[in-house]
């Protein structure tokens, strides 16, 4: 093969069909690497957005311990520049327009608290705030938790998407008077629609990152990704409210990404191109088995003072129970009844005050007569005698020992 020689004597360089040789061989060694790049890439941003995730999850029930409730979600749509950015954003009441970049909800939760009217007046479902996890706010108050703002995004650089149960951040709450646990709200689903939790729809909080595709995750600098709409007559629009789990058409994934309800999906992760694909990572706080019972924050504490946390009616032998506590039979006890309010029927009338029984409402008998019942919560008086007493005994040698309530005398003989 013929060689260029230089001006400088016996150096030689390549030719064109060389140079382009080398280069190929270098492409084909480079090509070789580059799928373990990405396995390697794809790897560390998982990693790092669960190690993110562990510590968001410890800052936040750290958050519940010190404040008695939970933070309300941020803003999505602030920048990092933002003085506002990761600061929660709660509004007064239920009633009250929701905060600017907070989506507010009752689709799909539930009546936790067993009062109609918080934000549905018909079902009485409980509300749900969706945003972006308060990252600067946790940080600001964590004392424990190593947590700082920017563990509140993923490996792929997106806010973590937030969802808690809004009467468990009412901000008049405190670690005297907590959030009471069973008023989660949330409904949180696997793959085949079926409910994670016991009872249904009863989480807490949800957090999630949008996982590899982003898809409607915000950046940093409050952006959206987007991509959440399905194609319907070859236009697309967003999927329907409530739960699109299964629906045909619609994938898996889009649940945690339409922002329309308080519905969200925790499944396997799949990467196929279907109705499956999802690739979220999902975490989430809830009730326990045990946690109908609670210890009291009576001072000083102590296990003897328990309290049950159900917010709604207790039964006894009966599934239907109209009272705090619904007894469908006897009730005994073997000490003492203490009450503070009245004893009365099960329609709320013919009630005794507890005053009553003690006496200490009551007027006294009049000089003569002798108390004989309870009626109207005061006492039945009859004269101690009916008619003139006798003091004299029928026999001789006797004396007087007591009165009947007839007036005759009760005698013994003299000793």
């Known amino acids: 093969m013929k060689r260029d020689k230089t001006l ?10 060389e140079m382009a040789i080398v280069l190929m061989l270098v492409g084909l060694i480079i090509s070789s690497f580059i799928p373990g790049l990405k396995t390697y890439k794809t790897s560390r941003d ?24 939970y933070p309300c979600p941020a803003n999505p749509n602030l920048p990092e520049t933002d003085a506002n950015y990761g600061l929660e954003s709660c509004r007064a009441t239920v009633a009250a327009a929701c905060p600017i970049g907070i989506i507010c909800t009752n689709v799909g939760s539930r009546d936790a608290d067993n009062a109609d009217g918080d934000n549905d007046p018909t079902t ?5 705030t969706i945003g972006a996890i308060p990252s600067r706010t946790l940080a600001d108050s964590a004392l424990f938790a190593e947590f700082q703002i920017a563990n509140g995004h993923d490996g792929f650089l997106m806010k973590f998407s937030y969802a808690v149960s809004e009467l468990m951040t009412d901000q008049t709450l405190t670690i005297s008077n907590p959030a009471n646990g069973q008023l989660g709200a949330v ?12 009872p249904p729809d009863s989480a807490h909080y949800v957090f999630f990152s949008h996982g590899d595709n982003t898809r409607g995750a915000f950046t940093l600098e409050g952006g959206n990704v987007g991509d959440c709409t399905v194609m319907a007559m070859g236009v697309p629009v967003p999927p329907p409210a409530g739960s699109n789990i299964g629906a045909a058409g619609i994938e898996i994934d889009k649940e945690n990404c339409d922002g329309n309800d ?3 999906v925790k499944a396997l992760r799949s990467l196929g191109n279907n109705d499956s694909y999802f690739d979220d990572m999902v975490f989430f706080n809830a009730i326990t088995s045990n946690s109908l019972w609670r210890r009291s924050n009576f001072s000083p504490p102590t296990d003897a003072y328990l309290y049950n946390t159900n917010v ?18 006897d009730i005994r006890t073997e000490s003492s009844v203490i009450a503070d309010g009245d004893y009365c029927a099960l329609d709320a009338s013919d009630c005794l005050a507890p005053e009553a029984l003690g006496g200490t409402a009551m007027t006294q008998c009049p000089p003569g007569e002798i108390a004989t019942g ?15 007493i006798n003091f004299t005994c029928p026999f001789a040698g006797e004396f007087v020992t007591s009165f009947t309530n007839l007036g005759s005398v ?6």
């Not at 400088?8 to 069909?17: H, K, Y």
């Not at 009760?410 to 000793?415: A, E, G, I, K």
Request: aromatic share 8%; hydrophobic share 35%; proline share 6%.
């Open 46 to 69: 998982f990693n790092t957005t669960r190690d993110h995730m562990e510590l968001t999850q410890e800052v936040l029930r750290e958050f519940y311990g010190l404040n008695g409730r």
């Open 262 to 264: 308080a519905i969200f």
């Open 124 to 128: 009485g479902r409980d509300p749900v």
């Open 187 to 198: 409904a949180l689903k696997d793959e085949f629609n079926q409910d994670l939790l016991n």
């Open 374 to 388: 309870i009626e109207n919560n005061d006492l039945v008086c009859i004269p101690l005698f009916a008619g003139p």
């Open 312 to 329: 709604g009616e207790v039964g006894i032998g009966l599934t239907n129970p109209a009272s705090k506590l619904h007894v469908n039979g």
């Open 8 to 17: 400088g004597g016996g150096a030689s360089g390549f030719t064109l069909v």
């Open 410 to 415: 009760t005698c013994s003989p003299v000793p």
